[in-house]
């Protein structure tokens, strides 16, 4: 198995010492302490291989991988975040459910989708500024494991069914790239290409 490195530093407990508080549903940015962990670029061949399942009682502390998860998608300002873009190959990702709620997922799968799909123009923060329209489903029931391995079942549709279904493609090795044809990529390329540079005169980091 691979190695999965957890920092244990005391920065990353929110918003004290005390584990035995609950901790909140969602971070904010005012609560960040925060150690950000830097996105792999897209070329990393962790992005492009099969992360591992999560093995609860083997596997570091999931309640500070769950703080890892949350922390990261808010300082990257991700509506979801797989830990194999943190580079951590396991089948973990946050995501928020809500505009105010999000979850950390453990070895997710889904169970069932329905017929019914939706194109939608979608992002992912290991590709800034490339956006492609995507086709998934309306809905999707799934199945995942909470911090403390009870295992969930959730019924999502919309907006909340497309970023777990976008985040189930990291959990394959798999990214929405793969969804798309080798035309619109490259139309979608020219125009990430210009966002870029317009990204970079403007100051803002990559």
Known sequence: MAEIIIPTDNTLILPSDDRTREVPSIVTDDELTLRKFQLLPEEHPILKKEPLPWIFGENPDPQRMRLIMLENMV????????ANQIGMPVKVFSMYVTNEEGIVCFNPKITRESNEKVIMKEGCLSFPEL????????M?????????????????EDLAARIFHHEMDHMIGTTFLDRV?????QSARKKQKILLR?????GRAS
């Open 198 to 202: 317009k990204r970079k005169r403007d």
């Open 75 to 82: 300082a990257h300002n991700g509506l979801g975040l797989s």
């Open 131 to 138: 956006y492609l329209n995507i086709s998934r489903p309306q």
């Open 181 to 185: 044809s080798k035309v619109r990529l």
């Open 140 to 156: 999707i029931e799934a199945t995942y494991q909470n911090a403390d391995g009870d295992e969930i079942n959730v019924h999502l």
